[in-house]
């Protein structure tokens, strides 16, 4: 399949859970109305050196952002009087990045893979996924005092792998944790390494 590759340096997207984006850039305005308008997936990829400027070349795989990316379909919630949009990405899947295809866009456009995931809960680790969800409402309460926005929020963050989304986006703060938690492809591991985070202390406030 082909991607629209929307580039950020601090942010991914995880199958499974929505996210919202604010996004001013012209070209990647362009990118959301042609998503739609096409049908065609957004990969959020993420950066490997933020603030750098980056080459790449047609036929050639992207050499500045990670290869394994959350991909998904874009929903615009608002059009600002500046012109920027407020949208809501749903993540659909993951995949690998291939080669930049020329499609004479202002924005990347890439062949992709999908990557199928084991979304199976082992039962030995059903404590473990049962104390990442208490922390992630434990946040969520001091984050979203409100309790019909807070309710409305966990009635949609249900399965394992939107709990691993919600960490994964809001709770883990270092980049390199969460694209480690992206490219497992095993529902267990993300489970284990969350856990490993909330003993060290090593999650958002």
Known sequence: MEVLIFPLGQSLLYPSFSKPF???????????????????????????????????????????VHSIVGYGFAQIVDRNLDGSLVVFLQGQGKAILGKVIDRGTPYL???????????????????????AHKVMVRWLKFHIPDHLSRE?????????????????????????????????????????????????????S
């Open 22 to 64: 604010h996004i001013f850039e012209p070209r990647y305005i362009h990118m959301v109305e042609d998503s739609i308008a096409k049908n065609t997936p957004i990969a959020v990829a993420s950066v490997i050196e933020p603030g750098r400027s980056h080459e790449f070349k047609y036929g050639e795989p992207l050499a500045f």
């Open 109 to 131: 456009v890439c062949e992709a893979q999908v990557i199928s995931e084991n979304h199976l809960v082992d039962t030995r680790l059903e404590p473990l996924f049962l104390t």
């Open 152 to 204: 409305n929020f966990l009635s949609y963050v249900r399965t394992p792998e939107q709990v691993v989304g919600c960490f994964a986006s809001y709770l883990v703060s270092d980049a390199d944790l969460q694209q480690l938690l992206l490219e497992s492809n095993d529902i267990n591991e993300k489970i284990v390494i969350i856990n490993r985070l909330i003993e060290s202390g090593e999650l958002v």
